[in-house]
Nanobody, 123 residues
Framework: QVQLVESGGGLVQAGGSLRLSCAAS????????MGWIRQAPGKEREFVAV????????YYADSVKGRFTISRDNAKNTVYLQMNSLKPEDTAVYYC????????????????WGQGTQVTVSS
């Protein structure tokens, strides 16, 4: 089993930056891909970014390419999402997700989820 805890959300003006963190606790010897999914009020969950365990491969939604950067520090069991040039449409609850396959994370069907952290971008 894996437990995920997000932090770093908050209120920021358009054009500003935030850095989200997700601390993971692994209950088994597994190399999990980890990523971020967001959900705005009244909308479906949307894939944002994912990174493989090695950190060699990363994938981003078209809407955040060039603005967001995902990274991980396996020694600290933590994944990060650096968000720059934030837009009002980025407002959502951001969830950390983990699974053995990055493709599953991209399909928003991860085996493990965090509780979410609110990101609000004002215009």
């Amino acid at each position: 089993q894996v437990q995920l805890v997000e932090s770093g959300g908050g209120l920021v003006q358009a054009g500003g930056s935030l850095r989200l963190s997700c601390a993971a606790s692994r209950g088994t010897f597994s190399r999990y891909a980890m990523g971020w999914i967001r959900q705005a009020p009244g909308k479906e969950r949307e894939f944002v970014a994912v990174i493989t365990w090695s950190g060699v491969n990363t994938y981003y939604a078209d809407s955040v390419k060039g603005r967001f950067t995902i990274s991980r520090d396996n020694a600290k069991n933590t994944v990060y999402l650096q968000m720059n040039s934030l837009k009002p449409e980025d407002t959502a609850v951001y969830y950390c997700a983990a699974d053995l396959l990055s493709s599953v994370v991209r399909n928003t069907r991860s085996a493990y989820w965090g509780q979410g952290t609110q990101v609000t971008v004002s215009s």
